[in-house]
Each structure stands twice: as structure tokens, then as C-alpha cells.
């Protein structure tokens, strides 16, 4: 059955270094999203992207966080300089419905800790 | 502004119990509601939806509209019920979340 890749799983940084994420979406799959999740709490929508332009990225802190989708497949998160605030689960989902909504289907995430 | 509340941050019930987790929202318009689970070390997952009414592994939600609410049900628990659950509103093709209900069924 196909699934959303995420990697790594976990990720052990210092403030001020830069990261990455990476995300496959299942195959078709339009819509992809790059979630937060602190703990404790529910996911927090960071960008959606429909193919390879996002559609929304109002809540990506855009002074430190850039998203990617270059060819409308898979996707990368940035975050850089890191800060401690950054510590938290990074979830992406991918939805076949246009426009988003729907059913998503999340990757097994991506755990930051900041030190 | 739209929102979804979630309550409880844990809900302990005994095996064969029954099991209701409550989500109340705030949307001005037709809502499309749904409920996700999170089993451990698994990834997070759609259990249903309202659109689609139907009942999967036993629970059912319905939507009330005059309450805001769309509270999770299901008449007798079991102990692989335990997980975390996820209310989410789609509002402008895009999910927001409840913080989430840790339920954990005691055998």
C-alpha cells in the first residue's frame, strides 16, 4: 500500500544550524502539506502546496522556514537558523483531492530537538 | 474565526465501557468534519468523516448542528481503542486541528 516517506525521523540540532526535511507524497497525490506539531497539541498547518505552488504558507515563519516542491512531487523544509522554539514533531500529509481537504495521509513525521 | 475544541486532554473509561470524546466547533457555515487517530508508533490516520455517516471499527460521530458539536462515540470499548484522537474541521480546503484526546481504555 502507498505511503507518505518522510526522513529522517529524528533530527538533533544546535540553535543556529541549519536543517532539513525531506517528504514523498503518495504517487498522485496533488496536494501535499508541511504540518507542526508541538506537543500536546494539534498539527499546525506551516504550507500546502497544490502541485509545485503553494497555496498557503501564512503560518511558515518565513524568516527562518522555506518550503519547496520543485516539480510538483516531492518536498523540502528548511528551517534556518534553528531555535529552540523549533523542537517539535514535523509532519507532512498528502491529499488527492484538488485544492485540498478531504482525506490526508500523513508520513510517519519527523522529530526535531534544537539544543 | 474558526475552531475546533477538543475538552478533554485525557479520557480513562474500563474495557466494554462506553466511550464518547467530545469536539465542539466554530464555523459559519456548512461544516465538514472529520475525526483522525493516532494509534502508537503508528502515523496519524482519517477514522471518519460526517459526510460519509458510516461507522468504522464500531464508532460513529454525529453532526449537531444546533450544539456545534461532533462528539465521537462508540457503545462498548476496547483496549486497542487506546490512542490518540484528532478532531478536525476542513475550513478553505484546509484542516484545523482540535489539540487532541488521549484515550486509554483500562482492561
Known amino acids: 500500500e502507498a505511503e507518505v516517506a518522510q526522513s529522517p525521523r529524528y533530527k538533533i540540532t544546535e540553535k543556529s544550524q541549519a536543517v532539513a526535511f525531506w517528504c514523498d507524497p503518495i504517487?498522485?497525490?496533488?496536494?501535499l502539506y508541511w504540518y507542526r506539531q508541538i506537543l500536546g497539541q494539534g498539527p499546525e498547518l506551516l504550507v500546502q502546496?497544490?502541485?509545485?505552488?503553494?497555496?498557503?504558507d501564512s503560518q511558515l515563519p518565513k524568516d527562518r522556514f522555506s518550503a519547496e516542491r520543485l516539480k510538483g512531487v516531492d518536498s523540502t523544509l528548511k528551517i534556518q537558523p534553528a531555535e529552540l522554539g523549533d523542537s517539535a514533531m514535523y509532519l507532512c500529509?498528502?491529499?488527492?483531492?484538488?485544492?485540498?481537504?478531504?482525506?490526508?495521509?500523513f508520513g510517519p513525521g519527523t522529530r526535531l530537538t534544537v539544543l | 474565526a474558526q475552531r475546533v475544541t477538543q475538552p478533554e486532554k485525557l479520557l480513562s473509561v474500563f474495557k466494554g465501557a462506553p466511550v464518547e470524546l467530545k469536539c465542539n466547533y466554530s464555523?459559519?457555515?456548512?461544516?465538514?468534519l472529520f475525526w483522525y487517530v493516532q494509534y502508537s508508533r503508528q502515523r496519524l490516520q482519517l477514522l471518519l468523516r460526517?459526510?460519509?455517516?458510516?461507522s468504522i471499527k464500531g464508532f460513529t460521530a454525529d453532526l449537531n448542528k444546533g450544539e456545534t458539536s461532533f462528539h465521537l462515540k462508540k457503545p462498548f470499548a476496547q483496549e486497542e481503542d487506546s490512542a490518540m484522537y484528532y478532531c478536525a474541521l476542513n475550513s478553505n480546503y484546509q484542516l484545523i486541528w482540535g489539540a487532541g484526546t488521549k484515550l486509554i481504555i483500562k482492561p
Open positions: 500529509a498528502s491529499s488527492l483531492v484538488v485544492g485540498g481537504g478531504g482525506e490526508q495521509f
Open positions: 502546496f497544490q502541485d509545485e505552488s503553494v497555496v498557503d
Open positions: 504517487s498522485g497525490h496533488a496536494t
Open positions: 464555523y459559519s457555515g456548512s461544516p465538514e
Open positions: 460526517h459526510i460519509s455517516r458510516e
